[in-house]
């Protein structure tokens, strides 16, 4: 039997988890004291709330080797395809090939992307997986399909950027002031700011232009629209606004960002995943 395996940064909910029959590591967040199983004990929608009330930001843990060693023993005999957030936002992928040193058939990858990126290559292997490739196969496609895979987003504050020491609080101050919304991407497994909007519709403009900068989206392969905080309500707005860009009576795809990405992104963030068109 071959299995896929995934981490909880890929914000991959327990019905959708059930639905493409992937098993979701959960990675461990700390509010304080209090520990919680990421997508288990606490979902997106209470790290939120937890979020808006923390004077402090919360910590992530990365899942260690110990924990994949015991999942990889459960599915012992069977071929895996583990994939995990960018090795270069956790220790997680690194864990992973510690523990598949003692296993056969454990292909693991690197999905140099987080949440809803991560999502599609998942997705993906579940494709695969369903078309009868063997485990090296599929490890072998997504190694190379993760290169096409973009994900750009729109913040809502600079606030939690600023909390988490990656701006400093002048450049914080200003941009709340100005409205500013940073627009980021993953390029290459980190999390780049590459520009700036001036309110929702500027924003909305901008990705706009990101997606088409890479030549649009490969609608053959798996897309995902995320947002982080309480309301889908600015997501919504921009699957209405962006409706041109999407074949007619597209079946939008919600991903809830939770707290991988969300500690720093904050409530408010919109984001597309997909791959690029590879065609243009």
């Not at 706009?208 to 947002?227: C, E, H, T």
């Amino acid at each position: 039997m071959l299995r896929i395996i995934t981490d909880s940064a890929s914000d991959i909910t327990k019905p959708e988890a059930e639905k493409l029959n992937v098993e979701v590591i959960p990675m461990i967040v700390r509010f304080d004291e209090k520990e919680y199983f990421d997508g288990e004990t606490l979902s997106s929608m209470e790290f939120f709330e937890k979020l808006v009330e923390s004077r402090e930001l919360p910590k992530t843990s990365q899942i260690n080797s110990f924990r994949f060693g015991e999942i990889f023993e459960k599915y012992k005999g069977d071929e895996i395809v583990c994939i995990t957030l960018s090795k270069k936002l956790s220790g997680t992928y690194q864990s992973a090939c510690i523990a598949a040193q003692e296993h056969q058939n454990v292909y693991v990858v690197d999905s140099k992307n987080v949440t809803a990126g991560e999502k599609i290559l998942v997705q993906l292997a579940c494709r695969l997986r369903d078309e009868n490739k063997s485990a090296k196969e599929i490890a072998d496609i997504l190694n190379e399909e993760k290169e096409n895979i973009r994900l750009v987003a729109l913040l809502d504050t600079l606030e939690y950027l600023k909390k988490g020491g990656r701006i400093n609080v002048v450049t914080a101050t200003i941009g709340g002031l100005l409205n500013v919304k940073p627009v980021v991407e993953i390029l290459d497994g980190e999390v780049k700011m590459v520009g700036k909007a001036l309110g929702s519709l500027s924003g909305n403009n901008k990705l706009r232009q990101k997606i088409a900068k890479y030549g649009g989206v490969d609608f053959n392969m798996p897309v995902s629209l995320a947002y982080s905080g309480l309301s889908d309500a600015l997501l919504k707005k921009y699957a209405k606004d962006s409706s041109d860009m999407y074949p007619e009576n597209f079946a939008f795809e919600f991903t809830h960002i939770g707290s991988t990405i969300g500690t720093h992104a904050g409530p408010g963030a919109i984001a597309v995943a997909f791959f690029k068109n590879k065609a243009n």
